[in-house]
């Protein structure tokens, strides 16, 4: 039997990698298997087509090409060209934007081009230029201060970590916390929703130039049309990372005040998420701050990645293709089923339900902290990741919450009934999971209790539900 151009392409791509470094071929092929038999729920991950994928893997990746098109800094780019021009037509026709910038290598990249266009578009300062021919690992906590006097104490307000924040819209740890004077708006502690009232309070007291909406583990949705009404009552620029909910606003789930491109004056993604493209970053905005955004390579960026422009055209050329935004309302779709799955039997869930991909679960209902929970349901062939709740007495790193989104397994095409099984396999191992205790007796934060037969049971239906969805059904390895 003849092989499909797909499994034909995979095929010999590993035939050749095998010949170089085999233990690289078969990594490759076991995170294929794994990534089959896993039920991914990771918010923030999903499945390239092999189109988007096959696309990396080109001449594209022996380019340099700083600059921008016609005008980089190596002769030879005229291809670069083409790929980059395509991505950034795709992505204005499909976010109605006036300008885009598909460079950045991620998320955190477009971030930081953002912030340094609106510097450089709103401060003119030699801080500004100092800062940007040193190196950033060489500038001390007292020369960061110096910047950020010299720059006008310039002030970032955006979401806490805890209350579903990025780490990239302000925390301290985070260049984003260092380059600004930053403070953090959090959620109502009854209701876990932003309330508008209090971020617009927090900015006329705090009067920042930059105010940044979007989160990571919010499961609700923003309205964008209020946020910018109080950024323009302060002056402020208006941000929206969009990272986690792109496809959603691609699909036309978000649209109206819940779509930031007509309200923001700058909008960061990723390409991956919800998007389902490759790995990589965008910056969307309109033609004010279109020269500053033009200049993050050298400005933030070093050299593109062409390869990976060429697999942000394919994906968003298929982003724009009808039968996305039934994809993008499905992925809303199972994200309230698998809520509602999880809340009849008992499960504690931030905001009570979700109006995008994810659920966050606390997990505290279960007495465990999400470290334990998210390994004992790695153990049962569940793979999530642990994240803080509002007010997290656990903190960043043990967490009392479970992330979960829906994005890759409506890609396999899972619906809602298959969302509640998942709930119930989810709530087995959780129910059945107890803390561990560390070597001296005290409580751990780490360890668990978990029936090993228990975890084969789950591992095994989880399996079972999986297989009649197989992923990518056009590509086999042999």
């Not at 893997?57 to 098109?69: H, L, M, P, R, V």
């Amino acid at each position: 039997m003849s092989l499909n151009a797909e499994s034909t392409a995979f095929r010999s791509a590993l035939e050749v990698i095998r010949a170089v470094e085999p233990r690289v071929a078969d990594a490759i092929g076991a995170e294929l298997a794994d990534q089959r038999e896993s039920l991914k729920l990771i918010a923030s991950e999903n499945y390239a087509s092999p189109a988007t994928l096959l696309a990396m893997g080109n001449w594209f990746s022996d380019k340099y090409a700083e600059g921008t098109i016609g005008r980089r800094f190596y002769a030879g780019c005229q291809n670069v060209d083409t790929v980059e021009a395509l991505a950034a037509e795709h992505a204005k026709e499909l976010f109605g934007a006036a300008h885009a910038y598909v460079q950045p290598h991620s998320g955190i990249d477009a971030n930081l081009v953002a912030f340094w266009a609106i510097l450089a578009d709103r401060v003119e300062s030699p801080a500004l230029k100092k800062a940007q021919v040193r190196q950033v690992n060489d500038l001390t906590e007292a020369d960061w201060f110096a910047l950020r006097r010299e720059l006008g104490n310039q002030r970032m307000l955006g979401m806490s970590l805890d209350a579903g924040g990025h780490l990239t819209h302000g925390f301290r740890p985070n260049i984003s916390g260092k380059m600004f004077d930053q403070r953090s708006y959090g959620t109502d502690p009854a209701t876990g929703l932003v309330d508008y009232d209090k971020v617009a309070e927090a900015a006329r007291e705090f009067k920042p130039l930059i105010l940044v909406a979007g989160y990571s583990a919010y499961p609700r949705k923003v309205n964008f049309r209020i946020m910018r009404e109080i950024a323009d009552s302060v002056g402020a620029t208006f941000m929206v990372d969009m990272a986690h909910f792109a496809g959603l606003v691609a699909g036309k789930v978000f649209t109206g005040d819940f779509d930031p491109v007509p309200h923001a004056h700058i909008v960061t993604t990723t390409t991956h998420k919800s998007l389902r493209g490759p790995r990589g970053g965008m910056v969307l905005c309109g033609p004010e701050l279109a020269d500053q955004v033009d200049r993050g390579c050298p400005m933030v960026l070093g050299g593109p990645l062409p390869h990976v422009m060429a697999a942000k055209a394919v994906a968003l050329a298929e982003a724009r293709r009808p039968d996305f935004a039934g994809y993008a309302q499905r992925i809303v779709d199972n994200a309230q089923a698998l809520a509602e799955g999880l809340l009849r039997r008992g499960a504690k869930l931030v905001t009570g339900g979700t109006d995008n991909h994810l659920v966050l679960i606390d997990v505290s209902g279960y007495g465990l902290t999400g470290r334990q929970a998210e390994q004992a349901l790695l153990d049962s062939g569940i793979v999530t990741n642990r994240n803080a709740v509002p007010q997290d007495p656990n903190g960043a790193w043990y967490t009392s919450g479970i992330r979960i989104g829906t994005p890759a397994l409506t890609t396999r095409g899972l619906g809602a009934s298959e969302m509640d099984t998942t709930a119930e396999l989810m709530h087995t191992v959780l129910s059945q999971t107890t803390p561990g205790a560390n070597a001296d007796g005290t409580p751990s934060k780490a360890k668990y209790v978990l029936d090993p037969a228990l975890a084969e049971t789950v591992s095994k239906q989880a399996s079972d539900l999986l297989a009649g969805f197989p992923l990518y059904p056009s590509v086999d390895l042999g």
